[in-house]
């Protein structure tokens, strides 16, 4: 007995020290259902009362609100209380969660504490947790039990089924709605759950209920999926290349700052909890650039689910396009939506779909590009009723939101652009698809090419083209570079720079692999074809312009496609359009469908000059909500007027841009051969003065948009999506000219480009214009996919940088000592900040030379890294040396008392450390002790930062002795140490600067 309360003694002082690491722990899902769940434990053992359950689970609460009152509650409760907490949360909790504050010394069991049953009420308490699990798939059936026997009615009914609550909080709003009605009411839902798992109708048996039909349905879907999804189906096919044979992972990574963001997320992961912001919505989005390889990912988790290799848990898998969706005009039910359009069912259709709307949880929904639907996503017209008729997308908008078949999981890939808020709040989660990281280029290559000295050759073509390899993290990019090989290989120094080069290679191979002639000397490739370029380009332009990718025989033959167009191998014949047997084609890829519109522009007389500014204007057409009608005067298709009156998407928009980028590249300087003979010279040159006044134009209208700057602050520019957009415009046109124009009128003093999807394309980019900037700027790339790739794109305009912020943005080692090698010897580089990337100790070696060897860096943030006191040491080494440092940020890393200590004796006489942050460190009082040295010798230090540590009562007695000899200091942080709040109380009151 001695040795049990020793342990929940123990206890008792682990809930105290470690509170914010189990606050973390039971909340970090962002959902309430670990809390929840220990809960009801401590409910069935009698430890709280149901008074203490409703002070605890307050609805409309804050998570952590709830959480922090349940672990005042235990730990007011005493020492067995505590013990009893422990033993509930490690069995809620994955092992990995709690390891890291769980003793093997604690409870182990909560079943000393169960109690004698005597009522049905106290059964229902008792077994709380087992309850709330067997209730969650028969809630309908316990409620009509419920009403039957006169205990609720159908306002009771409609309270537990409100469809804000996941089955398990439906399932504990009904047995907290039970216990208010009685001894009776509690005998009904017992005798429900006894009766249901002694008649075998649990959700197997009701599953083999429907063995013969269903599982012969499920067979017939299954083999549907596997034969659409075996081979590759975007870019054309590839020749019937097997999917298994080329797929290659993408990067996914979640929204948030997670120290977990980088680690391989799986197909499981997806769908699984992993990421989790809404526990209540069904939707998860997977959102990525045109490009990125959303289609292909998806089609692999097609195939993963027919093979049985993964998602096993979801026995129905309906996949739809949304691009083959627009074509549906008719109004649809659910079931006619799922069966028409998926997989008909030989027999029994209503059982079938019976057995869908019975197990939601059972069936998934794929919805891929909801970009290119040509209805912006509404939360006005909500239907409930899956057999209610309705337009597809409203169908579609309904099931997203979750009013349609609540509980089916539903994934939709995107273009971010098209995400916004009104339907982010319905979402389950986001992930954000990034293409390929440079192993999976690498991976990629090799795949694609059966010769392993062909692979090696294109591999090495793009390690000496680091803005051609910077292009390949996009999917379809790479794909292009490796179809295009031979060309690439026989580029030398003309080996392509921007995008607009790639696509015109994949043009001209096209043409001449597909052509039977042999041209005539004195004609270029694209003269001899110049008729398949215009019949393709007007169809394009046409379709961009009216939110259409997929073309019927008639479309084609308006615009005088004909079959030895089609034979070139830019359309596809679009699969599974329709059951009339007619033939509808699409581009290999939508940015094919762009790049060929681009053409058109450029080449043909009939749309006019007009078309360029109405290009670039853009940001108006937006904000008038007129879509693309601005091409409404050069179409000639019946359908204009319609489209005049309808809105576009903010993907339509995202398409012009697309298109306007490659008409920017077109029009350079060095293309201007290729449309001789194709065109009038002097139009074309007029087209390329009108492009280059838009980006002028634009690029000046982002610069008045610039607010004035507080008084004693540093003027900045918050750019949008749309700056870098024109910034990529200029790169493509590479007229260096440009770039100075516009950067000439830029006069602030920090740019700011977070969240604005930057890659290395993009960072390519930037530093072909923002080289050209007059005055130093403070760079801010945080919360972007800089990756190495990029970092090393951004060298040649870091002479421009006084400071370079890429908080976020998966960099390692190598992308840090190709940055420290380009700044070292610059003079205006002074500060940096690098949280939360993947940064070990090796890129502190690079960092310590820096510090020795550069006396005016002002500051140094490597937060939330994977940096040990091998690191730690190594940076001292540097700060020895270093006389110019202020800020010093290493807060979540691994540094510990060792790495603690040698920092503090680099800096313990430093004349220049103004703020220096170790928080969440695991350092101790040893640490602290050392660090107290800082505070009692430096007479620059006026904030030390050590938070979320394990520091005692030894160490802050240290820290005050020291800040006794300096008056300089304003603040040591200490809040969450190893310290009691007596303790905490205590030492405030003995040194007013600590702040706990």
């Not at 003694?9 to 670990?34: T, W």
């Not at 053409?599 to 108006?620: D, H, M, R, W």
């Not at 700056?723 to 415009?729: A, P, S």
């Not at 050590?946 to 040591?972: M, P």
Request: overall charge negative; hydrophobic content about 40%; proline content about 3%.
């Amino acid at each position: 007995m001695g040795a049990d309360v020793r342990k929940n003694m123990l206890a008792q002082e682990i809930l105290l020290k470690r509170r914010a690491e189990i606050l973390h722990a039971l909340c970090s899902s962002r959902s309430g259902e670990h809390l929840e769940e220990v809960v009801d434990m401590l409910l069935a053992q009698g430890e709280l009362g149901w008074e203490d359950y409703q002070n605890v689970l307050v609805p409309g609460r804050a998570l952590y609100s709830n959480a922090r009152q349940l672990l005042d509650l235990v730990y007011t409760k005493g020492a067995d209380s505590c013990g009893l907490f422990f033993s509930a949360v490690k069995q809620v909790l994955p092992e990995a969660q709690g390891a890291g504050f769980f003793s093997s010394q604690c409870p182990s069991s909560l079943d000393d504490r169960v109690k004698p049953q005597r009522t049905a009420t106290e059964d229902l308490l008792t077994q709380r947790p087992g309850l709330v699990c067997k209730l969650q798939g028969c809630i309908d059936g316990v409620l009509g039990a419920l009403v039957e026997s006169g205990h609720f009615s159908s306002t009771d009914c409609d309270g537990v089924q409100l469809p804000i609550h996941t089955p398990s909080q439906q399932a504990r709003r009904l047995l907290d709605h039970v216990r208010s009605k009685g001894e009776s009411a509690a005998s009904v839902v017992l005798q429900y759950v006894q009766q249901r798992q002694e008649s075998g109708s649990s959700l197997e048996q009701k599953k083999q209920v429907l063995t013969k039909e269903f599982v012969k349905y499920q067979k017939k879907l299954s083999i549907s999926v596997s034969a659409q999804s075996r081979f590759l189906s975007t870019y054309g096919g590839t020749s019937h290349m097997p999917l298994d044979d080329i797929y290659t992972e993408v990067q996914l990574e979640l929204p948030n700052n997670s120290a977990e963001i980088y680690k391989s997320m799986g197909f499981e992961d997806i769908i699984g909890p992993v990421g989790t912001v809404n526990e209540d919505a069904d939707t998860v989005l997977v959102s990525g650039e045109a490009g990125s390889g959303k289609s292909t990912w998806l089609q692999k988790l097609h195939l993963l689910w027919a093979q049985g290799s993964a998602l096993q848990d979801f026995l129905l898998l309906f996949p739809f396009s949304c691009r083959r969706l627009n074509s549906e005009h008719k109004d649809l039910s659910v079931q006619e939506l799922l069966f028409q359009h998926c997989c008909w069912p030989d027999r029994e259709q209503e059982e079938i779909f019976q057995f869908i709307l019975d197990h939601p949880h059972l069936v998934l929904f794929t919805f891929d590009g909801l970009d290119e639907l040509k209805q912006s996503f509404v939360d006005e017209h909500r239907i409930c009723c899956p057999n209610q008729r309705a337009p597809v997308h409203v169908l579609l908008f309904n099931l997203i939101q979750g009013s349609l078949m609540k509980g089916v999981r539903k994934v939709v890939t995107s273009r971010p652009e098209a995400v916004a808020p009104a339907l982010k709040k319905h979402l389950h989660k986001e992930v954000h698809l990034k293409g390929f990281s440079p192993s999976g280029i690498d991976c990629f290559v090799r795949k694609h090419h059966s010769d392993p000295n062909e692979a090696a050759m294109v591999l090495e073509s793009l390690q000496a083209n680091t803005a051609l390899l910077g292009l390949c993290h996009s999917p379809v990019l790479c794909w292009i570079v490796s179809q295009c090989h031979k060309e690439l290989l026989g580029c030398g120094e003309g080996s392509p720079q921007t995008v607009t080069d790639v696509y015109l290679m994949i043009l001209q191979h096209f043409f001449q692999h597909h052509s039977t002639f042999k041209l005539s000397i004195g004609v270029s490739w694209l003269q001899q074809n110049l008729g398949t370029v215009l019949h393709l380009g007007q169809l394009a332009f046409e379709g961009i312009s009216n939110f259409n990718y997929i073309f019927s025989v008639a479309d084609l033959e308006i615009c005088g496609v004909t079959e030895s167009d089609i034979c070139m191998g830019f359309l596809i014949q679009s699969k599974n359009m329709s059951p009339a047997h007619s033939k509808y084609y699409e581009f290999l890829h939508v940015t094919m469908q762009c790049f060929f519109a681009a053409i058109y522009v450029i080449l043909s007389s009939n749309t006019g000059c007009s078309a360029i500014p109405k290009l670039f204007e853009l940001q108006e057409i937006k904000k008038n909500s007129v879509g693309c009608a601005c091409f409404g005067a050069y179409l000639h298709s019946s359908n204009t007027q319609k489209i005049l009156e309808e809105h576009s998407t903010t993907a339509e928009t995202s398409n012009l841009q697309i298109t306007a980028t490659f008409v920017s590249g077109l029009l350079s300087q060095r293309y201007q051969k290729l449309w001789l003979h194709c065109s009038s010279s002097v139009l074309v040159e007029k087209k390329a003065r009108q492009a280059a006044r838009c980006l002028s134009k634009g690029m000046q209208q982002h610069f008045r948009s610039i607010p004035q700057p507080v008084q004693g602050e540093k003027k900045s520019m918050h750019a949008m999506p749309e700056f870098v957009w024109l910034i990529k415009c200029i790169y493509e046109m590479q007229e260096s000219r440009i770039a100075m124009n516009a950067m000439s009128k830029l006069e602030v003093d920090h740019l700011k480009l977070t969240y604005c999807n930057i890659g290395p394309v993009e960072c390519t980019a930037l530093a072909y214009v923002l080289k050209h900037l007059k005055n130093p700027v403070g760079l801010q790339l945080d919360n972007n996919s800089v990756g190495d790739v990029g970092v090393e794109q951004l060298l040649p305009c870091m002479q421009i940088c006084n400071s370079l912020y890429l908080r976020n943005n998966n960099i390692t080692d190598e992308g840090i000592r190709k940055l420290i090698n380009q700044v070292f010897n610059l003079e205006n580089f002074q500060k940096i900040a690098l949280f939360n990337n993947r940064l070990t100790d090796a890129c502190t070696l690079h960092f310590s030379y820096l510090l020795k060897t550069k006396q005016n860096f002002l500051s140094l943030r490597l937060g939330n890294n994977n940096i040990t006191a091998v690191g730690a040491k190594q940076l001292a080494e540097g700060l020895k040396f270093n006389h110019s440092l202020q800020y010093l940020g290493l807060w979540g890393n691994k540094i510990g008392d060792e790495g603690a200590e040698a920092l503090a004796n680099a800096l313990q006489y430093s004349k220049s450390i103004v703020w220096f942050s170790l928080v969440g460190n695991g350092v101790g009082s040893a640490g602290a002790c050392a660090l107290s040295n800082i505070i009692r010798y430096s007479t620059s230090l006026e904030e030390l930062w050590l938070t979320e540590n394990c520091i005692t009562r030894t160490g802050v007695e240290s820290l005050i002795q020291a800040l006794k000899h300096n008056d300089h200091v304003k603040s040591v942080w200490l809040k969450n140490n190893d310290l009691s709040s007596e303790e905490v109380e205590e030492m405030q009151q003995t040194e007013a600067r600590l702040v706990f």
